[in-house]
């Protein structure tokens, strides 16, 4: 199945209210033009998954800025001032999640499982509201997965089916949030034929991958 198309197409399989991921990490690895059409088709009401909202004026900080989201999973926000003025303005509802615990609750979403255990967390503000289980004397949360209904994730290349390449710390959240979603969509640099890629240095395989778009060309 050839999965390339344009960003105008993939888009139309986001609507309001649409849980998000966005892969990237400071915006590194976050998919720019996605992005950009999000906005342009004016989604809002997203519940959105992401490792941080970047700045105000790049990659997901940008629907923070135009008041896209309603409800942020993050593991840190310090970079941008204006998703700390929305949460403490009681704008925007914000889950502060630990980075490791945000990854292996998207990693669970992606891979069938009811959840994870882990220490991080207990004792604090974070077990609030969460079940904990003692495995061998041990107090631990059980943290349940983080599913989308979309990722938009960023890679280096892409073959037809859908296999990809990343480059480099591009890497981050991307591989894991291609799995955890209903639809996925990628932003590639290059994109090549079937049987073309090394099947060694495939990263994610294309089973994850519902749509590739191709980056700088007419999208229209």
Excluded: C, W
Excluded at 107 to 120: C, E, M, P, S, V
Excluded at 149 to 158: C, E, R, T, W
């Amino acid at each position: 199945m050839d999965k390339l198309t344009t960003i105008k197409e993939a888009v139309k399989n986001i609507k309001n209210g649409d849980t998000i991921m966005i892969g990237g990490f400071m915006g590194n690895g976050a998919p720019p033009e996605l992005i950009d059409a999000l906005i342009e088709k004016d989604i809002r009401d997203i519940t959105l998954i992401s490792s941080d909202t970047a700045k105000i004026d790049y990659a997901s900080g940008k629907l923070i800025r135009d008041k896209r989201v309603k409800k942020l999973y993050a593991s840190h926000i310090g970079t941008n001032k204006e998703t700390g003025r929305q949460m403490t303005e009681g704008e925007l509802d914000v889950e502060l999640v630990p980075q490791g615990t945000l990854v292996e609750r998207i990693r669970a979403a992606g891979f069938g499982l009811g959840g994870i255990l882990t220490t991080t967390g207990v004792g604090t503000r974070v077990e609030e509201g969460k079940q904990k289980l003692t495995v061998d004397g041990v107090n631990y949360l059980l943290e349940t997965p983080l599913h989308a209904d979309v990722a938009l994730i960023n890679a280096k290349k892409a073959d037809k089916a859908g296999n990809l390449q990343y480059q480099g710390s591009m890497v981050n959240f991307n591989a894991m949030m291609a799995a955890a979603a209903k639809t996925t969509i990628v932003e590639v640099d290059e994109v090549v034929e079937k049987g073309e890629m090394d099947p060694n240095l495939v990263m994610t395989p294309g089973v994850f991958v519902d749509y590739v778009v191709k980056r700088g060309e007419d999208n229209e």
